[in-house]
């Protein structure tokens, strides 16, 4: 099996050209990151975990569950790994033991750097052929699906 993909999506997709790029987008994007953790001994989703601790350290498991938008059990099963790893720990609050703070150790910190640089690394991949307004454009469109996604699965407000 070839690394390139046809240009046209398969016949029961035709009618959703645009999800189906941004399908196979995702999944490039995500496979290559998912490589570059690895050589880092991380999983996807932990370096999201890491990135909020980095700008706040000694946030509760919920409010870490809130910023990265995963599912409880994904992200208890991630920072239980992590605690595992040495890259951080997880002690009860001390206003309410029912609640979990997670603090960086050492090991936890000095990955800073270089999840830095793979996302530098994947961006320069990513933008390697687009021109800077061509990544504004594309940035802007994404945001605007992404918001729409999202905003699908609401209640619409009564007017």
């Keep these: 099996m070839s690394g390139s993909t046809s240009s046209q999506p398969p016949s029961a997709a035709s009618e959703g050209r645009l999800s189906y790029a941004v399908f196979q987008l995702a999944r490039a994007h995500r496979g290559h990151a998912a490589a570059m953790l690895r050589a880092m001994n991380l999983h996807p989703g932990q370096e999201l975990l890491l990135m ?39 002690e009860p609050a001390p206003h309410d033991r029912r609640v979990m703070v997670v603090h960086l150790t050492d090991a936890g910190r000095a990955l800073r750097e270089p999840i830095a640089d ?11 052929d687009l021109t800077p307004e061509q990544v504004d454009v594309f940035t802007g469109c994404a945001r605007v699906i992404e918001t729409s996604i999202r905003e699908h699965g609401r209640p619409a407000t009564e007017g």
Excluded: N, P
């Design 118 to 128: 793979m996302w530098r690394t994947l961006e320069r991949i990513s933008v390697r």
């Design 52 to 90: 909020q601790l980095f700008d706040r350290d000694g946030q509760t498991q919920a409010e870490l569950l809130e910023q990265v938008g995963l599912d409880h059990s994904t992200v208890s099963k991630s920072l239980r790994r992590m605690q595992e790893a040495g890259l951080l720990t997880r």
